[in-house]
């Protein structure tokens, strides 16, 4: 998770449209936002996702 995902994160939040833990209706918000990088990273890691929403905290970065 970067910077510019957690931004996208924060206005959806912000909006009020949906409550966070509705994946679906969280995806399909940023989708119709053009924030095509978070429905990616919602898609490939829901766990890191979840936890931000729940911690405010970023998971560590993944090593390769």
Do not use: C
């Amino acid at each position: 998770m970067n910077e510019k995902i957690k931004g996208q994160i924060l206005q959806i939040r912000a909006s009020g449209k949906s409550n966070m833990f509705n994946i679906p209706a969280v995806q399909r918000l940023a989708f119709e936002s053009g924030y095509y990088e978070l429905v990616n990273f919602i898609e490939e890691d829901k766990t890191s996702y979840i936890n931000f929403i729940l911690t405010g905290k970023f998971p560590a970065p993944k090593s390769e």
